[in-house]
């Protein structure tokens, strides 16, 4: 005996399908997406976000070496650090600590200082390599060179250089009659030796992006302007800064992000001295951390400050990217 199915009549609405959860089905739907990012947010929640949120409540308490739970022999010691509030922040903020505003001006002097000359001479190079130039690879590869160099050879290599008895850069002076310069010694100059160094590092990476983007520019927008009889400023102002806008919102960002956060170049060529006159707010978070009695607290203090400014910073740049944007289309 055969079942014959029964078809609804027609017009009749068919028969509704239970509803799914909207989490369930995108997870059935694109499973293989979420597999794929799934060891991504593992490692950023492992060494990313479970660092910044133990930071954050050690800036809310007033843990330092004393009072850490630490081991001494056989003997386990453990934590007696108690939580303190906002304490830390008015501290810092009311400048009771004394250091951080002194610290927050000389930081701001480097990046700006830093990201200019970045910028500025990264898109000189980049515009001069741009053009059908004799040995353009060999010229590119030389000028890149800095950026392959890790961090912490290039300011040894540069210690080498700056050194007061024997430095090529006080040769080179004595050479022309200039008395030699206690590069590293002297306030000033190790402020002027920081940058100089910072800025040899990072111009590269300014010209690749930078590079990148005008090879993006159409070249009919520069005939058309030729034709229109614009003078060569006058094509650099209305169609190579225009076309770059999108490269260079983000290469100064970043720029900015990673000049303020410039860990390597001062630690190791000045040690943030003389006198503590080239610590930034990062390296003097770690020095609070780990020279004297290390001050946990008031490291992760510095280092959630450090985290919300430049938070905040990209916030409003964005936006500031994004109103511009609209300007020029509208």
Not at 280 to 295: K, P, S
Request: aromatic share 12%; net charge neutral.
């Amino acid at each position: 005996m055969t079942t014959t199915a029964v078809r609804p009549p027609a017009g009749a609405a068919p028969e509704a399908v239970p509803p799914r959860g909207r989490l369930r089905d995108r997870m059935s739907r694109h499973w293989y997406a979420w597999a794929m990012v799934a060891p991504v947010v593992l490692v950023l929640a492992v060494l990313v976000f479970y660092p910044l949120a133990q930071g954050v409540y050690l800036s809310l308490t007033n843990a330092n070496e004393m009072n850490s739970a630490r081991t001494i022999g056989v003997n386990e010691i453990e934590a007696t650090y108690e939580f303190v509030g906002l304490a830390n922040y008015v501290d810092v903020l009311s400048g009771v600590e004394g250091a951080f505003y002194s610290r927050l001006v000389w930081t701001l002097v480097w990046t700006v200082t830093c990201v200019v000359l970045h910028y500025s001479l990264g898109l000189g190079l980049a515009l001069l390599l741009n053009r059908a130039l004799k040995g353009r690879s060999v010229y590119r590869m030389l000028l890149i060179l800095p950026w392959a160099v890790p961090p912490f050879v290039a300011a040894f290599a540069w210690r080498l250089m700056l050194n007061t008895e024997g430095g090529v850069l006080n040769a080179l002076l004595g050479a022309v009659g200039i008395d030699s310069v206690d590069w590293l010694g002297d306030p000033t100059a190790a402020k002027i030796a920081v940058i100089l160094v910072n800025v040899w590092l990072g111009v590269p990476f300014m010209m690749v992006a930078l590079l990148g983007g005008l090879q993006t520019v159409p070249r009919e927008l520069y005939e058309a302007a030729e034709m229109d009889g614009a003078t060569p400023w006058q094509r650099f102002r209305a169609v190579t800064l225009p076309g770059l806008r999108p490269v260079s919102g983000t290469v100064i960002l970043l720029g900015t992000i990673w000049t303020f956060n410039q860990f390597a170049v001062i630690a190791l060529l000045t040690g943030g001295g003389p006198g503590g006159a080239t610590n930034i707010l990062v390296t003097e978070a770690y020095e609070r951390a780990f020279q004297g009695i290390r001050d946990y607290a008031g490291a992760a203090t510095y280092g959630a400050l450090i985290a919300s400014m430049l938070v905040v910073f990209a916030f409003f740049y964005r936006r500031w990217l994004d109103r511009q944007s609209s300007e020029v289309l509208s």
